[in-house]
């Protein structure tokens, strides 16, 4: 069964330091898509990356980064200078490539972590 | 122009009566989807369509029913609605041809409120 576990419930900063919110995801398949989206207090979900499992390279955007590790089954996501714009709830989510039918993608969430960053 | 609206934003309403959500995408996906946030974050996918036809079904109770009239727009329209069906309901669109897992856009969320 798929599952993702964001076991940071909250976490609090304060600005400009550097923050890694972890994410660690249960699958059988091995073909599979690890994605995280960012929740603004104003209640959006914005998409931030996609991974798919055969890509373990790490990414960076800017002040983010993601780290992919299939050994431990985690895709944590790392912001770093941390700003008071990146508050907002965080999740990871996980698509398997044997749910897709005929087209549509069943995406199974993490609970989430509210990250605080404090001026 | 927004990629993927929902109206109405907040929707507040007694129990027991019927209500709709209305959802469009003009990024021109094939694919639309409803998902359930509820008060503690969490998010469940509830239905998902491509090019009107309903692929997905989750364990949802049959007051729920989502009607495609075309691939841009997905409704969800809810029956006898209960206090439990407080929630905000989001709206999301992703490509569906080819292989691959894509990314889906969310719309900015209906918050229903059932009193």
């Known amino acids: 069964a798929q599952k993702v576990t964001q076991a940071q419930t909250e976490i609090s900063v304060v600005e400009k330091e550097d923050v890694t919110l972890d994410c660690v995801y249960e699958?059988?398949?091995?073909?599979?898509?690890l994605f995280w989206y960012k929740q603004p207090p104003s209640g959006e979900l914005v998409f931030l990356i996609r991974r798919n499992s055969f890509d373990e390279q790490n990414e960076i955007s800017g002040r983010y980064s993601w780290n992919f590790q299939k050994s431990t089954s985690s895709f944590n996501f790392t912001i770093t200078a941390s700003q008071v714009v990146d508050s907002a709830v965080y999740f990871c989510a996980l698509s398997e490539a044997q749910r897709r039918v005929q087209g549509a993608q069943k995406l199974v969430f993490g609970q989430g972590t509210r990250l605080t960053i404090n001026p | 122009d927004t990629a993927v609206s929902q109206t109405p934003k907040y929707l507040v309403t007694q129990m027991g009566n019927d209500k709709s959500i209305k959802c469009e995408q003009n990024l021109g996906h094939d694919t639309m989807y409803w998902y359930k946030q509820d008060s503690k974050k969490f998010l469940k996918i509830m239905f998902s369509y491509n090019n009107k036809e309903l692929i997905i079904n989750e364990t949802v109770p049959n007051r729920f029913s989502p009607k495609s009239p075309d691939k841009a727009h997905l409704n969800l329209h809810i029956n006898s609605l209960e206090l439990g069906d407080s929630a905000v309901y989001f709206c999301a669109s992703s490509q569906g041809r080819g292989t691959g897992s894509y990314e889906q856009y969310f719309g900015p969320g209906t918050r229903l409120t059932v009193t």
């Open positions: 699958t059988r398949d091995t073909t599979y898509y």
